[in-house]
């Protein structure tokens, strides 16, 4: 598969997760009694596995080309 369609393709993919968990994360929080002052914080958590998930594909792309 050429590099820069898989380059987009997990920029895409990850670009995705991030929307999934800004959006679920504080609901599913929310859901949950003795946790909701982790509202806050889970936008946080979405960004962390949000830059975590694009540095593995990143870190994985870059293996297959070398």
């Known amino acids: 598969m050429n590099l820069r ?3 987009v393709l997990a920029a895409f993919g990850c670009l995705a ?3 999934i ?3 679920m994360l504080p ?3 929310m859901g949950i009694e003795g946790l909701s002052w982790m509202e ?3 936008y946080i958590i979405a960004l962390v596995v949000f ?3 694009l540095s593995v594909a990143g870190y ?3 293996k ?3």
């Open 21 to 23: 968990l800004l959006v």
């Open 64 to 66: 297959m080309v070398a």
């Open 27 to 29: 609901a599913l929080v």
């Open 60 to 62: 994985t792309i870059d």
């Open 5 to 7: 369609v898989l380059e």
């Open 17 to 19: 997760l991030f929307v």
């Open 40 to 42: 806050g914080p889970s």
């Open 51 to 53: 830059i975590a998930a």
